[in-house]
């Protein structure tokens, strides 16, 4: 089995890479322009990718904080996303549970995301709970999801 390790972009070319492979695994399917993969909360997020041994990009997710009140924090993990060959791995599964250390660390409650259709099984299979069917700026079938976290 080929070994793959964990970080965050640092180099900016690791995060060129970060958001081509973004845009090519989450944008690009639906004809979505390049710069579509980025959005206003990039600088405040934690971001992770996992890595071949050669340093290549097979895997990537962020995560970001919203305030609810001034006391309390939520999280929504975005742009999740494992090359096809590389799926069923359990990259995706590190992936998601290195984001949801982050939040737990930031003393986070509550963590949800907005899953594609086809995706649903497997952060059901982590522990998110499916809440309900939601409208995505993608023509294409999304559900919200939950987690508790404590």
């Given at each position: 089995?080929?070994?793959?390790?964990?970080?965050?972009?640092?180099?900016?070319?690791?995060?060129?890479?970060?958001y081509q492979f973004r845009w090519q695994q989450l944008?690009?399917?639906?004809?979505?322009?390049?710069?579509?993969?980025?959005d206003a909360l990039e600088d405040q997020a934690y971001h992770r990718i996992c890595l071949t041994e050669d340093n290549n990009i097979i895997g990537i997710g962020r995560i970001h904080y919203e305030t609810i009140n001034a006391q309390q924090l939520s999280a929504r993990i975005r742009y999740m996303a494992v090359a096809?060959?590389?799926?069923?791995?359990?990259?995706?599964?590190?992936l998601v549970m290195q984001l949801l250390a982050d939040a737990r660390n930031r003393g986070v409650t509550g963590c949800y995301l907005h899953a594609r259709e086809e995706a649903c099984g497997f952060y059901q299979a982590i522990g998110f709970e499916l809440k309900e069917s939601i409208q995505s700026e993608l023509d294409h079938p999304h559900f919200l999801m939950q987690v508790r976290l404590g």
């Open positions: 089995m080929p070994s793959f390790h964990y970080g965050t972009p640092v180099t900016n070319e690791q995060w060129q890479a970060y944008r690009s399917p639906f004809g979505l322009a390049l710069g579509s993969e980025r096809t060959e590389f799926q069923g791995l359990g990259i995706g599964r590190e």
